[in-house]
């Protein structure tokens, strides 16, 4: 991704200041600016994103935080790009690891449904499920922590209704105190892989990732209820 930048610069006419004109230079593209200030709004606006993706500062030496709904900069008239800040999208590392994940998850699962609020991904038709459970194929939902990757997944939410040999599964809750965004009632399996197998890495490929996650469902529904 590009870095954006806003630029303050003043201009003359025939040696007579003309007060300053600020210009917001936003992923490549520069925006004339009327006055000394600029809302987070504003900013999103000009960069033509809707504001729930976030807007970043990053100032002068590389320094990065989330601007806050409403807050207001000060743009201050500078020389060259002595004055510089910077912002872009809120898509941080975070995120970024987020598509990378969900592209090798979609490598195993053809359809894989992610809502970014609140960071839940459905896996539909997850299967086959051993032989007891009321039903060999399921959707399954998992919600991605704040802090993933050093933060594992927890929990397997399904359709409410799951039973093995018509019982009602140990460890297990329904309807979830939490309920994904994806219609119907679920209940949740409280599961997570077992220690020391959580070993995430920079690459994603090469350590523990949400592919092994959804591949470990087994585990759980191979110890039946």
């Known amino acids: 991704m590009s870095n954006t ?35 987070t709004e504003e900013i999103a606006a000009l960069g033509g994103w809707d504001l729930s993706q976030g807007v970043i500062e990053i100032d002068k030496d590389n320094n990065e935080h989330t601007l806050r709904t409403g807050q207001v900069i000060e743009l201050k008239p500078g020389h060259g790009f002595s004055k510089k ?15 990378q994940e969900l592209a090798l998850l979609r490598t195993r699962f053809r359809d894989v449904e992610y809502v970014a609020a609140g960071h839940w991904v459905r896996v ?29 997944p927890y929990g397997i939410y399904a359709p409410a209704g799951m039973r093995y040999l018509g019982n009602m599964p140990t460890n ?20 997570a892989p077992g220690d020391g197998q959580w070993r995430p890495t920079a690459n994603v490929a090469a350590g523990t990732n949400l592919l ?13 209820a």
């Open 5 to 39: 930048t806003t630029e303050v610069e003043e201009k003359t006419n025939n040696g007579h200041r003309e007060g300053p004109k600020y210009f917001v230079n936003i992923e490549g593209t520069e925006h004339p600016w009327p006055k000394g200030t600029i809302t």
């Open 85 to 99: 800040v910077r912002w872009k999208r809120g898509d941080n590392a975070f995120e970024a690891r987020i598509e």
């Open 124 to 152: 539909k038709n997850y299967r086959v499920l051993p032989d007891g459970w009321s039903s060999g194929v399921t959707d399954v939902v998992f919600q991605i922590p704040i802090g993933y990757p050093g933060t594992q």
């Open 172 to 191: 297990y809750q329904e309807p979830a105190a939490n309920q994904p965004p994806f219609g119907g009632t679920w209940g949740i399996f409280s599961w």
């Open 212 to 224: 092994n996650f959804v591949l470990g469902f087994n585990d759980r529904f191979r110890e039946g």
